[in-house]
């Protein structure tokens, strides 16, 4: 049944009804973005203190720029790595996880490359993005830990070409079996419950747009109204995912 709520519903009136939609839901989604990490002191990509601000994507993000200069793209990666390797699941990750081990979220679509998921428990996870713990040679296709970058910058592989993170760049397609799995969890969950993401990125931004298409609700968790506000979400919450989603958890425990 699709969620309806009153524009003067205050925070708590839209949390309760997340609980009581995540308890009834049996194939409840989550989708996150940056923002979820913030509170794990990982900057997004836009906005105010975004990565973006100091580099520019298609300086240092896009594949052409990676083959071109290395050397410069690694500036951009190292910053980002040596944040990312350090951060700790905040209690939004925590609580995803635990609502999961519950059997009340069947997964967790995520673009961020962090992997702080999988650290605060999460199993079903798909990266839409890759992640930043394994570091690949595009020439010969070897693999090796993120650790080789603390070696020499760039890290190269044995082949002497320049290694770089298993993610994604701009101008890269998704991995096959991460856009499938997803598509197929937007297409099958009746809730989705999108996380810190401006629903910019496509084919990330897709996502609640098939879920909606299939007959689910779609709640926001962000600091901020997104392009799915008032088209594709039923209802945002407005707020920090750290302090949201453990309401959202304590409510579905005490229901
Ligand atoms: P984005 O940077 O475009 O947007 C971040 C969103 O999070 C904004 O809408 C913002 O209002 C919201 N936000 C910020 N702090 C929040 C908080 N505490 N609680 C709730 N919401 C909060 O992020 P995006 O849409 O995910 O797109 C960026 C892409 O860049 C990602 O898909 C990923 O590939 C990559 N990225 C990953 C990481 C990471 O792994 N942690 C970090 C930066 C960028
Ligand atoms: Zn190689």
């Keep these: 049944m699709e ?13 309760d ?24 002191s990982i900057p997004p990509f ?17 594949v052409l720029a990676f083959k071109r ?22 209690l939004a990750h925590i609580a995803l996880a635990e609502l999961e081990e519950m059997g009340y979220l069947k997964g967790v679509i995520t673009g961020n490359v962090d992997f702080l998921h999988q650290a605060a428990g999460s199993k079903n996870v798909i990266e839409l993005h890759g992640n930043n713990r394994s570091l690949i040679c595009m020439e010969c296709g070897k693999r090796y830990p993120v650790e080789r970058y603390l070696e020499e910058m760039p890290p190269r592989c044995k082949c002497g070409y320049a290694l770089r993170p298993d993610v994604v760049l701009f101008g890269e397609p ?61 209802c945002i919450i407005k707020g920090k995912a750290g302090d949201i989603l453990p309401k959202i958890l304590r409510e579905v425990k005490e229901l």
């Design 3 to 15: 969620i309806r709520v009153e524009p003067e519903d205050s925070m708590n009136e839209l949390i």
């Design 69 to 90: 200069n290395p050397g410069k793209v690694w500036i951009m990666l190292k910053e980002m790595i040596d944040t990312i390797r350090v951060a700790k699941p905040n």
């Design 46 to 62: 836009r906005g105010k203190g975004g990565l973006w601000e100091k580099y520019n994507p298609d300086e240092y993000a896009h």
């Design 174 to 234: 998704i991995p096959q079996h991460a856009l499938f799995g997803s598509y197929e969890l937007a297409r099958e969950c009746d809730l989705m419950i999108v996380i810190g993401t401006s629903a910019v990125v496509s084919p990330m931004s897709h996502m609640p747009v098939i879920a909606k298409e299939n007959g689910a609700n779609v709640m926001e968790i962000n600091l901020e109204e997104t392009f799915l506000t008032g088209s594709i979400s039923n």
């Design 17 to 40: 009804i997340a609980a009581k939609e995540l308890k009834k839901s049996k194939k409840a989604v989550a989708l996150t973005g940056a923002g979820i990490s913030v509170e794990s």
